[in-house]
T-cell receptor, first 113, second 111 residues
Framework: DVKVTQSSRYLVKRTGEKVFLECVQD?????MFWYRQDPGLGLRLIYF???????EKGDIPEGYSVSREKKERFSLILESASTNQTSMYLC????????????FGDGTRLSIL | DAKTTQPNSMESNEEEPVHLPCNHS???????IHWYRQLPSQGPEYVIH???SNVNNRMASLAIAEDRKSSTLILHRATLRDAAVYYC????????????FGKGTHLIIQP
């Protein structure tokens, strides 16, 4: 089975801090995604990557950046955390083909105080 | 992605079959129907997907109407672990397209 591992289940940070969320997948998938999930707003795409060092903005990239130096690892960076970035963050990966399923990690519940 | 309509919630008894409906009347010919579920405090989990034919895997079956305007996810024998929010998506994305979930169906399993 595909395993997508997010480094932390729960994280508490302070406003203005630089925050790193890490995601690792073990299936050699080309594509990786970062989403945030908020009550009433559903799942929203922040960034995705289709290859090492390649990245594309999703629907809500403001305030975030990403890094993909190795195929298996995709990092989400909050440059200067703000309270409106308190959310559940989900990482996913999939193979390069169309209509293939995405495999999600268990999420990181991030609180910015 | 196609707009989908699902009931807000459904209730079933443990060890009985569950049929979760989804309407997707605006689905295009190239949209696959994907189902995901999300258990409390976990990330979404892929369940099944298909285009025209009915599909089976170890988790569930997917029955797709002949006109493709609706589909049904079938859990053959529900357990308490199947209690989750189930999302149906009409999706024809390329390799790197993100997913958009609607509100889904909250499935409650009674022991």
């Amino acid at each position: 089975d595909v395993k997508v591992t997010q480094s932390s289940r729960y994280l508490v940070k302070r406003t203005g801090e630089k925050v790193f969320l890490e995601c690792v997948q073990d299936m050699d998938h080309e594509n990786m995604f970062w989403y945030r999930q908020d009550p009433g707003l559903g799942l929203r795409l922040i960034y995705f990557s289709y290859d090492v060092k390649m990245k594309e903005k999703g629907d809500i990239p403001e305030g975030y950046s990403v890094s993909r130096e190795k195929k298996e690892r995709f990092s989400l960076i909050l440059e200067s955390a703000s309270t409106n970035q308190t959310s559940m963050y989900l990482c996913a990966s999939k193979t390069g083909g169309a209509n293939q399923p995405q495999h999600f990690g268990d999420g990181t519940r991030l609180s910015i105080l | 992605d196609a707009k989908t309509t699902q009931p807000n919630s459904m209730e079933s008894n443990e060890e009985e079959p569950v049929h979760l409906p989804c309407n997707h009347s605006t689905i295009s010919g190239t949209d696959y129907i994907h189902w995901y579920r999300q258990l409390p405090s976990q990330g979404p989990e892929y369940v099944i997907h298909g285009l025209t034919s009915n599909v089976n895997n170890r988790m569930a079956s997917l029955a797709i109407a002949e006109d493709r305007k609706s589909s049904t996810l079938i859990l053959h024998r529900a357990t308490l672990r199947d209690a989750a929010v189930y999302y149906c998506i009409g999706f024809s994305g390329g390799g790197a397209d993100g997913l958009t979930f609607g509100k889904g169906t909250h499935l409650i399993i009674q022991p």
